[in-house]
């Protein structure tokens, strides 16, 4: 019987916020953009809380690289899950362009791929070495473990000392990909201003915390719950943005915006006029190293880590049951730290894959958790996202929505039948603020009325005249859903989070559906049986018992 081996892909991203011109120079390039967009902060939503940060650009970089080597329904899925329509080909020239759009700036910028083939690199065909250098990959033969994490560190000025803390014995090559960006402050924050100052923590007790200050002219959009603005860095077009809730967030706020609501977002900060504020942020330095396996096959990508129905033969030229691989090992590890100065970032993934074997001006403090992007304004293109909880930098837990912790942390933070009456009973009041615009930011429920809802389309208004004001499980959600445009879709999607983290098994039975079998297997099916109308419906993720089918059916209709 043949020696097991595997082909280690590490996936390594370094990004640093800097300052560019235009981005898009064409349709392929602002679909990766758009592409990475999405996987990224679908990550993002998936890990458990606390301090997160993560570079999207980095991920789906390296995981192109390893989708370039699959074939049949492995290639399909991770195709599905990177959002990507490109072949090979398209999707390495459009991200080389992206790269050297963004290394042109005067913020120091660098992107770079590797090849390390490994003790069984021999495994690896001609073929796949070509196609991963049109991605502007360098090649390594013989590398051992201390070579990968030495190619890391130099590649993200030391920040990222080691992806890997082992190497399968029978490894045959490890993909990287990795990115640094090191920006200034277009508007500096003066050192001598500096000074402690309360920052109020997710449980409602304050830390001191270095609070750095200055005042100066930055883009600002003021949704319905929350702030945003844009820091941007010297130079060009690149900024850090944040998004401060008006206070103490809820487990769905940290979450992240959507894709759609993160393109308005970021659209309307480009177009804004500068306003003059007095701005208090914490000073902070920030780690983060996940597992991404598990939030991988809940998006989708399961045949990739499936050890005998994985293919990848486009690595190895071969169909061979003795040849086939699968992906094993996918890790990130992230770096970001803000100071007087500027932004210096880091990140890195590995994928591991296995054969078989005038007046005074306003102030706006930043004095509670916040979710921040590094995004050039000019192409939408986020090369970082995370989350701030504490800045003194306590690391939140590594891991998938799934983690049990994170579920019971939540359960005894928050009384839902309390919680969601709050809500529902605020949007139904006449006395609510109605506010249009901003209904297209939100990112959980009360920051949108029902009304809002009802302007962006008309056939919100006639579904709910159709079926009346009810909020039995997803009911709602799943016809605001069928509406189609991107604001509703992004309402629906609010709702839905709210619901899954917030409602008890016991209560409706839409939310215990929700709760065994996450979201997008709930739109997948309630699309599929017709209750929602959400155009062509996404495969089924999971293959749901009968009797959850059922409960599901009669709480969504």
């Known amino acids: 019987m043949a020696t097991p081996r595997s082909i280690l892909g590490a996936a390594f991203a370094i990004a640093t916020l800097v300052s560019s011109g235009p ?10 953009v758009a592409a990475d967009n999405t996987f990224g902060l ?3 939503a998936g890990l458990a809380p606390g301090n997160t940060i993560l570079s999207p650009h980095g991920i789906a970089s390296a995981t192109a690289m390893a989708l370039a080597g699959a074939r049949g329904e492995t290639e399909r899925e991770m195709a599905q899950v990177l959002g990507t329509p490109l072949a090979a080909g398209e999707n390495a020239a459009a991200r080389r362009r992206l790269g050297r759009l963004l290394a042109s700036q005067e ?39 201390a070579a990968i994490n030495g190619w890391v560190s130099a590649r993200s000025n030391g920040r990222i000392a080691r992806i890997l803390t082992r190497l399968d014995p029978n490894s045959a090559c490890v993909l990287v990909n990795a990115t640094f960006f090191k920006g200034a402050w277009q508007t500096a924050f003066p050192k001598r201003r500096t000074a402690p100052a309360a920052f109020r923590l997710l449980d409602g007790t304050t830390a001191e915390v270095p609070t750095m200050r200055t005042a100066g002219a930055f883009p600002v959009v003021r949704a319905h719950a929350f702030d945003a603005l844009a820091l941007p860095y010297r130079g060009g077009t690149i900024a850090m943005v944040i998004l401060l809730p008006m206070r103490t967030p809820g487990e769905g706020f940290l979450h992240g915006p959507s894709p759609a609501a993160a393109k308005a977002l970021l659209a309307d900060l480009r177009r804004a006029t500068p306003e003059r504020i007095e701005l208090w942020l914490p000073r902070f330095t920030l780690e983060s190293d996940a597992d991404l396996v598990p939030l991988l096959k809940g998006l989708g990508m399961r045949l990739a880590f499936d050890r005998d129905r994985a293919d990848f033969s486009g690595i190895t030229e071969s169909t061979d049951e003795d040849k086939r691989l699968h992906i094993s090992q996918v890790r990130t590890r992230a770096f970001i730290s803000a100071d007087e100065d500027g932004t210096e970032a880091a990140a890195a993934t590995a994928v591991e894959i296995a054969k078989r074997a005038g007046r005074p001006a306003p102030i706006v403090r930043v004095d509670r958790p916040f979710v921040f992007m590094i995004a050039d304004l000019e192409s939408g293109a986020i090369l970082f996202a995370g989350r701030v909880t504490d800045p003194r930098g306590k690391p939140g837990t590594a891991g998938g929505a799934e983690d049990p912790a994170s579920r019971a942390r939540l359960a005894g933070q928050v009384d839902p039948r309390a919680r969601v009456k709050e809500l529902f009973e605020r949007e139904r009041s006449p006395a609510t603020p109605r506010i249009g615009g901003p209904c297209r930011y939100a990112t959980y429920p009360g920051q949108c009325t029902i009304t809002d809802v009802q302007r962006t389309s008309d056939s919100i208004r006639q579904k709910i005249i159709e079926g009346g004001p009810r909020y039995e499980g997803y009911r709602i959600a799943f016809r605001f859903a069928g509406a189609a445009p991107e604001d509703n879709r992004l309402v629906a999607q609010a709702l839905a989070r709210e619901h899954e983290l917030r409602l008890a098994n016991s209560w409706y039975p839409g939310a215990r559906f929700v709760e065994k079998y996450g979201i997008r297997a709930a739109r997948s099916f309630a699309c599929t049986l017709k209750t929602i109308e959400a155009g062509p419906c996404p495969p089924i993720l999971f293959d749901i018992p009968a009797v959850d089918r059922t409960d599901y059916f009669e709480s969504a209709r």
Not at 23 to 32: M, S
Not at 110 to 131: M, W
């Open 23 to 32: 981005l898009c120079a064409g349709d392929q390039v602002e679909q990766v």
């Open 42 to 44: 679908a990550l993002l």
């Open 107 to 145: 913020p120091q910028f660098v992107v770079a791929n590797a090849l390390h083939l490994t003790r069984h690199g021999d495994l690896v065909a001609p073929s796949y070495k070509e196609t991963v250098g049109t991605f502007g990959a360098e090649l390594f033969a013989g590398s051992d473990l």
